[in-house]
């Protein structure tokens, strides 16, 4: 089963890029709270209204921010 994730790295560039230093102060400017950002670095799922609010703040594609991770079936 596929699973889409935040990739990280690209995720701290764009912070770089915006001189935001902290998970904090990206949840500050965004408006996300710091634990739903720390839930989608960790892995849980982004596709939600708040990552899409993410993005919107940092400007990037929420294709562009996101990766393609494979995980077990249950069955197996």
Do not use: Q, W
């Amino acid at each position: 089963m596929k699973n889409l994730i935040l990739n990280e790295k690209k995720l701290r560039k764009k912070m770089i890029d915006l001189d935001i230093k902290t998970i904090n102060e990206l949840a500050t400017k965004t408006g996300v709270s710091k634990p739903t950002i720390y839930e989608y670095i960790n892995g849980k799922s982004p596709l939600s209204a708040a990552f899409v609010r993410l993005c919107n703040y940092l400007n990037v594609d929420p294709h562009e921010i996101l990766i393609e991770t494979e995980t077990a079936s249950k069955e197996d």
